[in-house]
């Protein structure tokens, strides 16, 4: 009898680099579909989805214990009936509100709703602010408006430098409120900015930058309900 043995586990300090083919092997996975697909699709999708994996895999080498921090304040702050406040642009525009729904109904299990707002759905609010000041206030004037002493803000954008959202991290300051930036490439103007940063530095391609956000975004979302109600357990 054969016995299959588990693969050895990666050294969690140091992930080798990768090659596209032999790691994914994405035709045999779409086998199926293959004769109606070119050489250039095939390679073209081996290429995504490896250029995603090693921009996680990258991310989680630099930023795993700054992660877990950030679980750790969002479950202090949220025990101490403070709000996360969260905005970004565009992409993350939809991950702010994506996360946002994540806390107030809930990820995974059946728990109390927590108190988050995404900046970025008022439509009057945004609308009006862009239209008699800036668009560069549109999340600024939020903050000063909604934010308070001890809350949380999650301020997205995957090039560090949006103007409406580094204007935002500066009211947080402001106010005390801690900040952690989601953000891409070297960090932009919010890696120096932020309590808490969270960079995806190995690619330049919003897409996976963005892939990243969301995965890191949904992490924070288990680990708050595992420290706040034990995971459902």
Do not use: W
């Amino acid at each position: 009898m054969s016995i299959v043995r588990d693969a050895p586990r990666p050294d969690s300090t140091a992930f080798p680099p990768i090659s596209f083919a032999p790691f994914l092997d994405v035709p045999s996975a779409i086998h199926l579909n293959r004769p109606a697909l070119s050489a250039a699709d095939i390679q073209a999708i081996q290429k995504a989805f490896a250029v995603s994996i090693a921009a996680k895999r990258t991310f989680l080498r630099d930023h795993a214990r700054t992660l877990a921090a950030v679980a750790d304040l969002l479950a202090e702050r949220f025990r101490d009936g403070s709000k996360v406040l969260l905005f970004g642009n565009g992409g993350s525009a939809a991950d702010a509100q994506h996360l946002a729904a994540e806390f107030v109904n809930r990820f995974v299990i059946e728990r109390p709703p927590l108190p988050a707002i995404a900046l970025t759905t008022d439509s009057s609010a945004l609308t009006s602010i862009a239209n008699d000041y800036s668009y560069n206030d549109v999340f600024a004037k939020q903050v000063r408006a909604l934010g308070r002493r001890g809350d949380v803000a999650i301020a997205i954008s995957t090039s560090g430098t949006s103007k409406s959202v580094v204007r935002a991290v500066a009211a947080c300051a402001k106010l005390g409120i801690h900040t952690v930036g989601m953000t891409g490439r070297d960090g932009g103007l919010l890696k120096d900015r932020v309590d808490h940063l969270l960079n995806v530095a190995a690619t330049n391609e919003t897409a996976r930058i963005q892939e990243t956000h969301i995965l890191a975004g949904h992490v924070l979302c288990q680990l708050v309900d595992e420290k706040l109600y034990g995971g459902g357990k």
